[in-house]
């Protein structure tokens, strides 16, 4: 299994705790994991790592948000985050508003 794979898994578990059930149906997984095919890897696993680690209590669609907004920062420097002066941190800025009115647009 790769590392986006482990990744994924672990994202829909956070994810199925967003649900009385705390399950999702294999139907939405495979429809949102669709959506997510216009994005690079890199966008996807950061995004993911983001939600995971920051947005726990969060549903799926705001990763969405998150994945656009990390893709236009690619778009405008290169690659996704920013170094620090070590290179060895990523540092990301959100613009909350945007992602608020996205997820809630949804």
Do not use: C, P
């Amino acid at each position: 299994m790769s590392g986006l794979d482990e990744l994924k898994e672990k994202y829909w578990r956070t994810i199925s705790q967003t649900r009385k059930s705390g399950r999702i149906a294999g139907s939405v997984k495979e429809r949102i994991e669709n959506e997510w095919k216009q994005f690079g890897e890199d966008v996807i696993a950061e995004a993911l790592r983001i939600h995971i680690d920051r947005y726990r209590t969060y549903k799926e669609r705001y990763t969405i948000g998150i994945m656009r907004n990390l893709q236009k920062q690619k778009n405008a420097t290169g690659h996704v985050g920013n170094s620090n002066q070590f290179g060895s941190m990523m540092k990301q800025n959100y613009d909350m508003e945007s992602l608020e009115r996205e997820l809630l647009a949804n």
